[in-house]
């Protein structure tokens, strides 16, 4: 099992992430900024209700460090300044 992280969760392509991610048994963290147009429960989804644009990009970094599993591929997204 994966650990996927979708930002833009409640809309189209976002949506369609989410549901193709939970089908393939992966574990789906959703950043919506509106968590009522986010139609979908199950256990293996957990929703954080914040905007990116109030969010850091240390905080950003911290979060993935925190989610991901591959952390030394977020320490070079972090090294680099993305």
Not at 66 to 80: A, E, S
């Amino acid at each position: 099992m994966k650990r996927v992280l979708v930002l833009g969760a409640t809309r189209g392509t976002g949506q369609q992430i989410v549901a193709q991610a939970l089908d393939q048994g992966h574990e789906v963290t959703a950043f919506v900024r509106d968590p009522a147009r986010l139609h979908t429960h199950h256990e293996r989804l957990h929703v954080i209700h914040r905007s990116l644009a109030t969010v850091s990009r240390a905080d950003l970094a911290q979060f993935l460090l925190n989610q991901l599993d591959d952390r030394t591929y977020v320490r070079k997204i972090v090294q680099l300044g993305c």
